[in-house]
C-alpha cells in the first residue's frame, strides 16, 4: 500500500512539473529588466528575459480610476536557441506584450484583478539568417495596494497554475485522503451494530 502511494504521489509531482514548464514573470518596472518567460523548446529550457517599455506596467503608482492594460512594447535580450540540436544565439527584435484592461477602482481599497499576458516576438540568427517567431502568455493576478498620496501600486504577476495542473494535484490528494481513512478504520476496534 505504501508503494503505491509513493508512486501516485511521484506521478502527481511529475505531472505537475511538466504541466507548469511554461513560466511567465512580470514586474513593475520603471527602467530595466521586468519581463521573464522560462519555456523548453526541442527537449531544451529557453529562459527569454528582457523589459517592457515603463509605460506598460509601472512602479510609479496610478491614480485611483486610472484604467491599465492593452498593449506595450517588449525588448529581450539574445537566447541561444536549440534547433535540431545545434545552438544558435538569436538577437530580437521589439516585439508586443499585451495585458487584459481594466480600471482601477475610486474607493481608496487594496484591489486584485484577474489577467491574461501574452506576448509575440521575432527574433533573428546574424550566422545562419534564420528567423523565429516565439509567442507565449499565461492567466493569473496582480495585485494593487492604495497608499497614501491616492495612488495605486501593483505587486508582480503571479501565475494561475493550469487546470490539469489543478485536477493533478486533487486527484493526488484524494488518493491520500482515502489511504488515511482505511488505515483509520483499520486501527478502529470492530464494534457491532
Known sequence: MKRSLLLTLLFVALMSA??????????PNCCGDNFAYVTQINGHQLVLSGGTD????????Y???SSLGGQGALF???????????????FFSPGT?????FTLPTNGSNFRVPVQISFFITG???DTGETINLSGGASGSISFQFSDPGLYYGSAFVQAPEPGTLGLIGT???G????????FRARQPFRRQ
Open 54 to 61: 515603463p509605460f506598460f506596467f509601472s512602479s510609479d503608482g
Open 176 to 183: 491520500i485522503v482515502a489511504v488515511a481513512r482505511k488505515r
Open 63 to 65: 491614480p485611483a480610476g
Open 124 to 126: 533573428f540568427d546574424f
Open 76 to 90: 529581450l535580450d539574445s537566447a541561444i536557441l536549440w534547433i535540431g540540436g545545434i545552438p544558435s544565439e538569436f
Open 172 to 174: 493526488g490528494l484524494m
Open 18 to 27: 511538466r504541466a507548469l514548464a511554461d513560466h511567465l514573470f512580470l514586474v
Open 97 to 101: 506584450i499585451s495585458m487584459t484592461s
